[in-house]
């Protein structure tokens, strides 16, 4: 089994009712282990927007990495995700944040997620789940990253 960090997020529609819906999706082909606490959190790079509720998962799955992206797109669709601009109001945004201790970078994915370090908004939930797990590329735990943040 795979074990796998997500964050979630949305800003649009009925946000904890989209974080619900997604999570009951995800657990069709993730075992959920764990589930942090939710977070209000300002917009990024679009500041003009409502705030996002921010949560983390950690889970397991027998799916590789590609096929859990592409699982993770299509739950994405069917809470009803729609693409309106870079950075816009989301219904529900999913990321994979880590997944076991794999450095992967494609043109649509890279694991682990290329930002979670310098936005708290994904330290905090992961400082919930497990804030001892080691980052695999700068080799720092989440309280580390997330104390670096202060």
Known sequence: MNKVFLGLGSNVGDRLTNLVKAIEILSDKIQILKISKIYETKPVGVENQPDFLNMAVMGQTDLDHISLFEFVKDVEKQVGRVYRYRWGPREIDIDILFFNDLI?????????????????????????????FIHPVFKKSVKELYEDLK
């Open 104 to 132: 992967y970078k494609s043109q649509d994915l890279e694991i682990p997620h290329p930002r979670l370090h310098e936005r708290d908004f994904v330290l905090k939930p992961l400082m919930d789940l497990q804030p001892d």
